[in-house]
Structures are given as C-alpha cells and as structure tokens.
C-alpha cells in the first residue's frame, strides 16, 4: 500500500476570501504527515491557535494526490 502523505503549511492571506497568501516568504510549513488523521490534528491546532487573525488560513495538501502511482513518470518529474 502506498503512503499517503500531507503536507500541513499556512499564512496570512491577502484576502480571507482568497487563497493567495500575502508573503510567500513567510508560509509557515508546519509539515509532512503519514495520514490525513495526524495532519488534521497538526491543521487543527495551527489554526485554532491563530483563530483571532482572520486572514491567517491552514491548508492540508493531499501529496499523494499529486503522484500517479502507475504512470511510468509523475507530470512533475517530466519537468527537468
């Protein structure tokens, strides 16, 4: 069975009704988890912990969504 990892990351937003961040320099990546139960947790409490800032957002990104298992090569490795 393959992993199924996510990544957890956030940052204050231009917009809280956007998703695009106002300094990508400052994404806080909180980082990679082996399922979605513990990346859930991690973007749980990231996000209640900056609950007063409204244009602070957490994201979870599905990476294994990203990778075609059955594909000889992913789309991003045919990127050198």
Known sequence: MAQ???????GEL???S??????????????MFPDYASAHDAWKSNAQRTVDNAHM????AHLHRLRDE?????STEELD
């Open 4 to 10: 199924r990892l996510h990544l957890v990351f956030g």
């Open 70 to 74: 059955e594909a000889e090569a992913s």
């Open 57 to 60: 957002r957490y994201f979870i």
């Open 14 to 16: 231009v917009d809280p």
């Open 18 to 31: 956007k998703n695009t961040f106002k300094d990508v320099n400052d994404i806080h990546i909180v980082g």
